[in-house]
DNA sequence: TCGCGTCATACGTTAAACGTATAGCAAATT
DNA sequence: AATTTGCTATACGTTTAACGTATGACGCGA
């Protein structure tokens, strides 16, 4: 009988390798001499019969193969963890890594609060914590979950809807005083635009359901929301944002509504994550208390 | 660095050891001593903190984990052979066990045929051929694909249509001589139903697309599609049989079809099988080959 | 040029998986 | 009832391969 090493850790350590470039990083992570991370390796490529990685002394890249290695081998290991963990004895533990890529709006407010909240109440889950309002290229970056406002562009996730935001049209006063709830004198005014959300249309529901899409004199655009808030405030521009991000300064006069009622078309929240038949049940509780803390944005 | 055996060794000693309802006999199937064997299974045990099976010395059985475990383990080893298969470098060979059921009147004819070509042509391929008309509980049975007239009684399989049987009314000419071609003729007949596809009722449609829904006198009932030709062949009553089964005595004589262009509902011949990110080469070669050769049938 | 960090590989050491042997048990056969 | 056969678990010495240390070749930056 031949024995072999744990197929299953060799795949663990290729994708330390890959996501840290080098070998005797990933080898110092997984508390392995850089040798023998080298041989695991090595002997990975060997059983699959193909290159994974180019070597240099100072860079490694990946293969085509490689990259669908990477892929394939964490889904493999997500699904042995979701396996091992149906089995274990203690099921009140709730443990290991989240690797979370959030908005930067949401991922500094809202979603960090919840975040704080569950690592509270679980102190022996690491959370790795990631803004940003990019798409990121999931398959690469490694993470477990993708809050995602609006679209997840990549259709091989399992992406579930969180929580709707009510999103309304506001404006410092200096600028928008005198529209008096006339969508149409919106056209006069400069806009700020938030990609990809906004460009030159702006479809707006009225307070009894009747519908306008109105020109948008778009003179600033950003994909940064905050930048967009920023601009607003100072009376660069009307912008539309959503309701719970400018509560206090629609409390504090900072920021007025001038079409009260209407409504631009709310975004979704989405949750993004690789399929796997089962997933981690620390993955599935965070998904769960993000979906209920989100729910007082509608 | 603490070793390990292949954690997917030991899933594939416990698949064996489930399947064969012996530690001894698995491991003598996988060339291990039963010392062996006994170890790994306890280790799997041990890491999933759970017994999986029962011992006694003259009867194992599956703990309720024990029948998660399987399937899972199936799966897990599916994806990684499925995986690996992907990178190997001779792309040509088409090797492995599969293990089929299929119905009892095609696996002895048409189905068989196919196969047998199949392994001709692929002569690495280790087949396990089983025919059984009776639904099958495919987590125990732990084949590769279900080959399966009409529906498949499990929403967890993946399946998959391959062919559509057209099925004609026939007799024994001194039964059914004085027909004449007229449908409603036949009620006055005893009836040879297969279960579960005939029963009080008999839809037929005609050379025009007419339709008529006959009263079946039936006088003898089976779950068996040979019995249910041989009575009718014996002038025991008329049944609805695969145009295909029939052709021979047809041509001879032995029956006769009363109803000239009339049609029972056709049905489908389903693939059924276990879902994986992805299939082996050999599995889905195999489906494609059947699929061909079924194609003939309707 | 020098120093540093990288990766691959040789070599002796280590850890764990191996098979043989044995004990205990249950069922079938004599 | 006694014997035979086949089962599983475990002790023990053996075997195997994975381990870490050491070293050489290479590339990059100061």
Redesign the interface.
């Known amino acids: 009988?031949t024995?072999?090493?744990?197929?299953?850790?060799l795949l663990e350590t290729f994708v330390r390798i890959a996501e840290r470039g080098s070998i005797s990083a990933a080898a110092r992570d997984l508390?392995?001499s850089q040798a023998?991370a080298s041989r695991q390796l090595a002997d990975l490529e060997e059983?699959?019969?193909?290159q994974l990685i180019i070597r240099s002394t100072h860079h490694l890249s990946l293969t085509k193969?490689g990259e669908?290695?990477l892929g394939?081998a964490r889904?493999?290991l997500a699904?042995?963890e979701g396996?091992?963990e149906?089995?274990?004895?203690d099921a009140d533990r709730i443990a290991g890594p989240l690797k979370i890529v959030a908005p930067v709006a949401l991922g500094q407010t809202v979603a960090l609060d919840c975040a704080m909240a569950f690592q509270a109440a679980h102190p022996d889950i690491v959370l790795d914590w990631i803004v940003d309002d990019a798409p990121i290229r999931f398959s690469e970056v490694g993470c477990d979950l993708w809050l995602r406002v609006g679209a997840v562009p990549d259709e091989t996730l399992i992406v579930q809807p969180l929580a709707k935001v009510q999103r309304i049209v506001v404006a410092a006063s200096g600028l928008a005083g005198s529209v008096d709830g006339d969508p149409q004198a919106l056209t006069a005014l400069p806009c700020a635009a938030l990609h990809p959300f906004e460009g030159g249309r702006l479809p707006l529901t009225g307070p009894s359901g009747e519908a306008t899409n109105l020109d948008a004199r778009v003179t600033f655009a950003s994909n940064s929301i905050a930048a967009t808030k920023r601009v607003a405030i100072a009376g660069g521009g009307y912008a539309v944002l959503p309701r719970w991000m400018v509560a206090e300064e629609l409390e504090a006069g900072t920021l007025i509504e001038p079409l009260p009622g209407w409504r631009a078309p709310p975004l979704t929240i989405h949750a993004a994550f690789a399929?796997a038949?089962?997933q981690t049940r620390r993955l599935r509780l965070f998904i769960d208390a993000m979906r209920e803390a989100l729910a007082g944005l509608a």
């Open positions: 009988m024995r072999s090493l744990d197929r299953l850790t508390g392995l023998s059983r699959l019969g193909t193969a669908r290695c394939d889904l493999m699904e042995w396996f091992a149906g089995f274990a004895g399929p038949r089962r």
